[in-house]
């Protein structure tokens, strides 16, 4: 049924935010630490463990990906906006860690996007133009 992917999300939410609270007060911060992306995580393992064991039904699962479609993205957003209130009123040092995460970020694309060697690009060349060569019919030459 589709009610169970919907208790599974909302109970795994309510499970990440108390969690993100209790690792928030045992840090000595007066905020949620992480809940969001710790109700994700759970989320995503348990339903691991329920598809692993054969105990998860298609109904259940449209009911998750309606919710993921609709509900998380909106959460995030609230979590995104409230760092962005807190690092401007923490000062310049929150507003410089927050640029050297985005700057750190963005140079690592191309390391994890897998950017191709130039010997690899070599070779496709070559062997794309050898290729080439063998698909054009040998033409007599007429004098």
């Given at each position: ?7 599974l ?26 809940g ?18 054969g ?89």
């Open positions: 049924m589709v009610i169970y992917g919907v208790a999300l909302a109970g795994c939410m309510m499970l990440g935010l108390a969690t993100g609270d209790v690792l928030g007060h045992l840090l000595g911060i007066e905020a949620n630490l992480g969001v992306g710790i109700a994700m995580l759970l989320l995503i393992f348990a339903t691991g463990y329920l598809k692993a064991r105990k998860l039904p298609e109904a259940t699962v449209s009911g998750i990906k309606f919710w993921n479609a609709m509900y998380i993205p909106i959460v995030v957003a609230m979590a995104a906006s409230q760092n962005v209130a807190a690092a401007l009123s923490g000062g310049a040092v929150a507003l410089l860690a927050g640029a050297l995460a985005v700057v750190l970020g963005l140079a690592m694309v191309p390391v994890f996007a897998g950017k191709p060697s130039r010997e690899g690009a070599e070779r496709g060349a070559s062997s794309s133009s050898a290729s080439h060569a063998r698909a054009q019919p040998a033409r007599a030459v007429h004098r």
